[in-house]
């Protein structure tokens, strides 16, 4: 409730001041006058830091799009970089008009550093869209004092990691719009088309022909048993979606994914490519090789890949180098455990997995490339078949249809 500051006169000519807490200006005037006062000055006192950030964290956690993500990590990076200190800078962006939910994580953050926080921990206490490894690099920045060269490269992470998921994204709109267009075009056929071609054939008492009989039968057979079929697809589908919630139906799942035709190797290219990325941005900025590769064993929600990496951690704890380890567990390519190897034999392991990165953001162009150039084919072909098909045994019907006419006349 807001808090009134006020000077009044009392009855006697002299003056008082005070404060009342009640819901509006007006309110607070009748308040000051019921206690025989004649207020003079009546102000709306600011909110505390206390309970300015009471407010905040009543309002519950901050989550970040990507988007916001991003921009709030370069404005704070320029803000660094142009020299203010970092309560100064949470204090430019908290007094943001045009982001308010930049401006509330500006608060929190404000307020736990002011109370002896680590950069970090206020991180944790922000947003849950800072996760462990966004946390611990800003640690490892605050450590060595390069928080704004760390904050930068952490931006441009994020930037790539999210042209990646974009990439992937549009290659993915125009085979769907194809099937969806597909779909639509037999529903029309079979809902419109097919009723008119029987009814014309039916008024003749002409026998149809063998394509346009059996896309009637099976007009037919949707028509009287599309709940049976629906009941049954649902039930495959949940059977599916219980199977693959268990741990073992997850394992097999997510593994699978990675051996599909044309999206495995999409979604593996992907995973290196992040891989590599964060991997290198880590180990560059002095964060121990060990507590590297277990940050990065969380940025994939492939629980296959996750048994992967913790395989590689147990072996890498053990002093096994991590191009060595990455042989021995199998499954990733030969490639990065060379660019790995010699890394490590350079000395400059940080520098090589930003190379290796850029060679699987290229591989991972080109991939989404060919998907999408092979993708569209494929799909074409299909519904020529499933149309020309249709298409077919209507133009049948129709051409015997007239020649009956003809030659009843």
Known sequence: MPVFAYTALTSTGQTVTGSVSVGSRAEAFRKIEAQALTPVKV??????????????????PVKLKRAQLISFTEELADLLDGGLQIDQAFRVMQERQEA??????????????????????????????FDDLYCNLA????????????????????????????????????????IGACIV????????????IMDLMGKNGQKLPAATQLLISF????????????????????????YIASPAGRMWWDDTKLKLPLFGAIQSMRFYAQ??????NLITNGVPLLNSIRLVSKISANVFIQSLLAKV????????????ALRKVGSFPLLLADMIAVGEQTGQLG????????????????????MTAMITPIILVVMAVMVGTVAYSIVAAIAQSVTGIRGGG
């Open 351 to 370: 520098k090589s997995m930003e190379k290796c990165a850029a060679r699987y953001d290229k591989e991972l162009d080109r991939r989404i490339k060919r």
């Open 139 to 178: 640690a490892a920045g605050e450590v060595s004092g390069s928080l704004p060269s760390i904050l930068r490269r952490l931006s441009t992470n994020l930037s790539v990691m999210a042209d990646l998921q974009a990439k992937v994204t549009q290659a993915m709109i125009y085979p769907a719009f194809l």
């Open 219 to 242: 007009n037919h057979f949707m028509g009287q048993w599309w709940w049976a079929i629906l009941a049954a697809l649902t039930a495959i589908f949940l059977t599916f979606r219980g």
């Open 185 to 196: 075009l037999m529903v029309v056929f079979m809902t419109f088309m097919v009723p008119q």
């Open 43 to 60: 102000t709306q006192e600011e909110k505390s830091d206390a309970a300015k950030a009471k407010a905040v964290a009543d309002e519950g």
């Open 313 to 324: 951690t147990n072996l890498v704890s053990e002093g096994a180098p991590l191009s060595t």
């Open 100 to 129: 308010p939910t930049l401006r509330r994580i500006a608060t929190t953050m404000r307020n736990e550093l002011r109370e002896g926080s680590t950069v970090a921990k206020a991180l944790r206490k922000a947003s849950p869209s």
């Open 275 to 280: 891989f590599a990325h964060s991997l290198g």
